[in-house]
């Protein structure tokens, strides 16, 4: 057996203890790692959630505002921005899944058994296009035929025909032929008859 000296092995120990070092250190890095891809991937889809729901009610106040607005003109203008707010989301939907996709390939790095991807993949970026793709659709729509859209009533317009004669029933019972005679007798006289029995 081969001897060693005392400094051989102080030597030997301190570059064991600086490589356990630098392990730990690299798992540490990898470690934080995942652990702010997880966090980057909660907040990115809680955005994924409330960025189209955002775009979505915004046109429809877009659309509220342009059914009151009484010009063809501006009712115009307002549609086509709200067409144009509706596309412009798609992009930013389907970017904030690029990123999540992003931090998802990240995390299964860690660990790359979790199983089998499920084949129709984006299904609620999908669901969301769809959804703003309709509203622009709507939006240009409108926009095309702003005539079509009004909140406000059209004033009531008089009847052009004139009614000369109007005969209210109300009470649809036959009058009786003969009145009830008064407890009084009258003579009967050349202009009145008498009733028939």
Known sequence: MKSTSPKSIETLKHRLASDLE????????LEVQYLEAGQHLRSLNQLMWQVPSMVIAITG???YGAT??????ARTVVLIFAAVFSLLALRIIWRLRQLIQMHID????????NGDVPQDRHIVVKCW????????IVSALGACNPS????????AVEPRC????IEVVTNPVQPLVCPVK???KKQPTATSKPCAK
Do not use: N
């Open 22 to 29: 630098e392990r730990k250190w690299l798992f540490k890095k």
């Open 61 to 63: 106040g877009l659309w």
């Open 68 to 73: 009151t607005v009484d010009e063809f003109q």
């Open 106 to 113: 990240r995390q299964s790095q860690f660990s790359p058994g």
């Open 129 to 136: 296009s769809a959804a703003l793709v309709a509203s622009a």
């Open 148 to 155: 079509y859209l009004s909140k406000k009533q059209a004033p």
């Open 162 to 165: 004139c009614v000369s004669q």
């Open 182 to 184: 008064p407890s009084v």
